[in-house]
Every structure is written in C-alpha cells, then in structure tokens.
C-alpha cells in the first residue's frame, strides 16, 4: 500500500493566498506620506520655467532646494495650502546673494513658487538707478564681462522683444544667444553674474529701507524679471517679501532639457538633455575663492 503524504498546516497553493489590500493601502499611504515629508521638511526639485534668472539658470533646468536652512515656515509643505503664519522655525535669515525660493503672497501668481537672489536685508535701504543697485548709498560693484553664449534651442529661442538681434553663430556652426554679462559683488564680498539688456522701467526703483522680517530679492535677469521690484498685481513680488514666504534655498543642477522631449518617447528624455549643466553649483562665488 503506497504510503499517503502528509499535509503540512499552512502548505497551501499560493493561488489559494488572498491578497491583503488593507495591508497594500497602508504601504502606499506611508510611502506618499514620506515622500511628502522630505519634499517639504528636508529637500524637493524644481523646475525653472522663464528667463529670470540667466544667465545662471535658464528655462528646462532642473535644481535641488533645501528646505531646512533658513527653518521652516508655512510654505514648507509641498502643496501651498495653509494661510499665512508669522515666523519660521529654527528660523534664520539668508545671507545676500543667496538664490531662494519664495511664494507671494498675493496678486495672479499668489501660492506660486518663484526663485530670485537675495539682495537686500531687514534694515538696508535699496534703490535701483540705471540698472545699478544702490544699497545702504553705495551703488554694489559691477564689471562688465564677456558676454554668456547660451545654445538657441527650443526652450532658449532668444526670439523675446529684448533679444531680438542677439543670435550669433559660434565657431562650431551652432547658433547661440549672446548676453551681455554684469558681475555683481556684495558687500560680503560674494558674487554672480547679472543680465543687462536694455534701459527699462525695472532699471529704476525708488529708494526705500527694508523692514524688519524681511527680504527685498532680484532676478538676475535684470529687465526680464517680475521680483521685488514689480507690483503683486503685475505678478512681480511687490516689495520687500516677510522671510515666512521663502521656502527653500537652491544648492545645484541636476540636470536640464532643451524642450524637445515628449513623455510618450523615453528615447527623446536622453537626447533632449543639454550637456555640461548637471552638477552646476548655485551659490554664489567669494572673492577669496577666486
């Protein structure tokens, strides 16, 4: 007689298992909400959608903001929905010349993340005259640079009212978008590189004395930038910005799109990176550096 094989307790056929969806929901949840938690506690991406802040920074790069050096504040969650809070925690503020994140408060753009520079500090008095800054009575130092040459391609045109006339071919046969450089110093003794393109209403901005718990920032991008300088309801930042609406300070490049991928065509998400942007730094020089 053939010996019968014993069943062991729990032997069953994994077709016979039932899938504990509680347990997968759980999983999910707990993953969205770490996730979450990063972006708004500890770092997130971002994506660089105008001409603000050339020539560092042009349209299709993609950066890393950190969230934690200036404290947290009510624009730290990734989605923009709680009212305005006074103060941050573990609050500081940032040094000039930092390249921040910063949410308005009001006017078309208001709950919108926008990146600009760092200009001016509680107390400072600023004014804008022919282009040049004026902080504390003494116009920041400038030098004239060579010119950027940014590849044309198509997230950089250079087809706006203000760079029409600027394409050049270069001595590789490509074309590019020549832009005439400032490099501007603070007081600190840090540096960037502005874009001065033309004499335009934002060349001029009457002086005022930043108040206390607050920031007055700047694109570098000096005639093609809604900062400070603008009004909330020309989706500029009207005025000197509370340090509770930053949300972050920019640290590098991770990596930049030309504008001709398509979602549906993995191959064009390669062919469509620019090279020599990823890793690109975001703070500014020191002169001791140099």
């Known amino acids: 007689m053939a010996a019968q094989e014993e069943a062991v307790p729990g032997d069953a056929d ?7 969806w509680w347990g997968e929901i759980k999983g999910i949840f707990w993953l969205v909400v770490a996730v979450l938690a990063f ?6 991406p971002f994506y660089i959608p105008s001409e603000s802040m050339m020539p560092g920074l042009i349209e299709g ?7 934690y050096p200036y ?15 006074e103060g941050r925690l573990f609050g500081r503020y ?10 308005p408060r009001g006017g078309p753009n208001a ?3 926008y990146i600009k520079r760092v200009i001016g500090l509680p107390g400072d008095t600023i004014e804008v005259r022919e282009g040049a800054v004026i902080l504390n009575g003494e116009p920041l130092r400038r030098e004239l640079r060579e010119p950027a040459m940014i590849p044309v391609d198509a997230n950089m045109p250079c087809n706006e009212d203000l760079l029409i006339g600027r394409r050049t071919t270069g001595e590789d046969g490509r074309e590019y978008c020549r832009l005439p450089i400032y490099r501007e110093y603070t007081p600190e003794g840090r540096y960037y590189d502005t874009v001065d393109l033309a004499i335009t209403g934002a060349d001029f901005y009457d002086e005022i004395t930043i108040p206390e718990g607050h920031v007055f920032l700047m694109g570098d991008n000096r005639d093609q930038s809604a900062d400070s300088r603008a009004s909330l309801e ?11 609406s930053i ?34 730094g975001l703070h500014p020089g020191r002169i001791e550096d140099e």
Not at 238 to 243: A, F, L, S, Y
Request: net charge negative; glycine share 12%.
């Open 14 to 20: 994994d077709g016979d298992k039932k899938t504990d």
């Open 111 to 113: 709950g919108t993340d």
């Open 234 to 244: 020309s989706a500029g930042l009207g005025g000197p910005v509370p340090v509770e």
């Open 94 to 103: 940032p040094e000039r010349g930092d390249i921040v994140i910063v949410v």
């Open 71 to 85: 404290g947290w504040s009510y624009v730290s969650p990734s989605f923009h929905v709680l009212p305005f809070i």
């Open 61 to 67: 790069d993609r950066l890393v903001v950190t969230k």
């Open 39 to 44: 972006h708004s506690l500890v770092a997130k």
């Open 247 to 280: 949300g972050g300070r920019a640290e590098f490049i991770t990596f930049s799109l030309d504008g001709t991928s398509a979602w549906y065509n993995p191959i064009s998400w390669f062919t469509a990176m620019r090279s020599g942007r990823a890793g690109s």
